[in-house]
């Protein structure tokens, strides 16, 4: 039988993010059963919010995403930077809408809040779930190659990614 090694740790999985006490829009408190965002439609049923059509006894509660967009706290932020990009922004911003479409039809509370054009090389995207910042990078590391670096933020459930070609 194999004894595990002390102090080695799996370096193949990317670090997970711990919604505890350092994040400001996890829930405290449950939500009634089913509730329905006013503001995007999105419902919360079973402890998760889904974008099934709300039933007409559903209570009214704002999703934390819809409070991260108007509160402009963002959860993830995303540069993209670099003479390919500047080249072929268009195709890559195309790519980055394509990935938060796809999250978000399964996930209803990870969006982009935001695209900030920094120069004709530099744009910054900022989203509302830290794991859409990251999935979004590592999309445009598949398709466009690059590279990609983060950065957590440890007990604050937030995230700098940076993908630059």
């Not at 919604?19 to 919360?44: H, Q, V």
């Not at 967009?69 to 932020?77: E, K, L, Q, S, T």
């Not at 982009?112 to 744009?123: K, W, Y």
């Amino acid at each position: 039988m194999k004894t595990p090694r002390v102090g080695m740790e799996s370096r193949r999985h990317t670090p997970t993010f711990d919604s505890g006490p350092g994040d400001a829009y996890r829930l405290d408190r449950k939500l009634a059963d089913p509730a329905t965002c006013p503001t995007c439609k999105a419902t919360y049923r079973a402890g998760r919010w889904t974008w099934e059509k709300a039933p007409p006894q559903a209570a009214p509660a704002e999703c934390p995403a819809c409070r991260r967009i108007a509160d402009d706290y963002p959860g993830g932020w995303l540069t993209l930077k670099g003479a390919f990009f500047a080249e072929h922004r268009t195709q890559v911003l195309a790519r980055v809408i394509a990935r938060e479409t796809h999250e978000k039809a399964e996930h209803p509370l990870q969006r982009i809040i935001a695209f900030d054009e920094r120069g004709p090389a530099e744009t910054v995207v900022t989203t509302t779930d830290p794991h859409l910042a990251r999935n979004i990078a590592e999309a445009l590391k598949a398709a466009f190659k690059g590279t990609v670096a983060l950065d957590f933020s440890p007990g604050e459930n937030r995230v700098r990614a940076t993908w630059e070609r």
